[in-house]
């Protein structure tokens, strides 16, 4: 896969890891997608007799797709850090709008484009659709990156 290394460098995993796939990264934008697969655990009480992707989940796939792919991405090809390496990440912001709900077994394409990237910091306008093109949620989404060798 021709972005296997930037999903490789992401410090999640299953249950928390919500990238299948990347399909385009560059210096101002990222593609992805993820499936919520319907034996995902909090699908078990949101919402009784009626499962739901919650919001926040939705925000953390954005985040992951849009702003920490994004991320590795840039600061392997600008070599200010090896994606190699162990990478401290926190999300700083975020500001997301909801339109559509997640169903187990839905697929969504997140689709990021850069705000700016300085001072460790990113910040991104992210938007989620679901494989019939409906947007799902959008927002900004902003974080820190930075090698943890560096303090």
């Known amino acids: ?65 849009g702003l920490i792919c994004m991320g590795l991405g840039a600061l392997n090809k600008s070599n200010t850090l090896s994606i190699d390496s162990t990478v401290n990440i926190a999300m700083s912001s975020s500001n997301m709008e909801f339109y559509h709900p997640v169903y187990p077994n839905e697929t969504v394409n997140v689709i990021s484009e850069k705000i700016y990237f300085r001072f460790h910091k990113l910040k991104c306008k992210v938007q989620m659709f679901n494989s019939k093109g409906v947007l799902v949620c959008k927002g900004t989404i902003a974080g820190m990156m930075k090698n943890i060798d560096n303090g």
Not at 42 to 64: D, M, R, S, W
């Open 1 to 65: 896969m021709k972005y296997q290394n930037i999903l490789n460098a992401l410090p999640y995993a299953a249950p928390f890891l919500f990238v299948d796939s990347l399909s385009h990264v560059d210096d101002t934008s990222v593609k992805g997608s993820f499936t919520f697969k319907e034996s995902l655990p909090f699908y078990q009480g949101h919402f009784k007799n009626f499962p739901i992707t919650p919001g926040v989940i939705l925000t953390e796939c954005c985040a992951q797709i």
